[in-house]
């Protein structure tokens, strides 16, 4: 997963990516650190998904423009939209459902 720092980096990724997979995480959260591994090997099955991840910290204003409440969040964007959220207890089955799903939206193009 790509480490991004500013607002403008995680608008730029959304935007260059048909698919992507943001991961919103704290400094701190032995939560955040144990749910990035998982998510990061679970994306090594979908190379037509990008993965990031960006500290609040770094880039406080995303919580208000995502609504973020809580951490970690992880948030799947399909064309620059937000079609899937998961947040601080993350159902991996879920997501890889949701990670399927629309990975074979891509190949059906």
């Known amino acids: 997963m790509k480490s991004l720092t500013t607002l403008e980096q995680v608008h730029e990724q959304i935007a260059s990516h048909r698919l992507q997979l943001l991961m919103l995480k704290t400094h ?3 939560v ?3 749910v990035q591994p998982q998510a990061a090997r679970l994306l090594e099955d979908y190379p037509q998904i990008a993965g990031a991840y960006v500290y609040m910290e770094d880039a406080p204003e995303l919580a208000s423009e995502h609504l973020i409440f809580t951490s970690p969040v992880l948030i799947l964007f399909y064309e620059g939209k937000e079609v899937y959220r998961a947040a601080r207890f993350i159902r991996f089955t ?3 459902q949701q990670l399927q799903r629309y990975a074979s939206l891509l190949e059906e193009e």
């Open 94 to 96: 879920e997501l890889e």
């Open 32 to 34: 955040c650190e144990s």
């Open 28 to 30: 701190h959260c032995s």
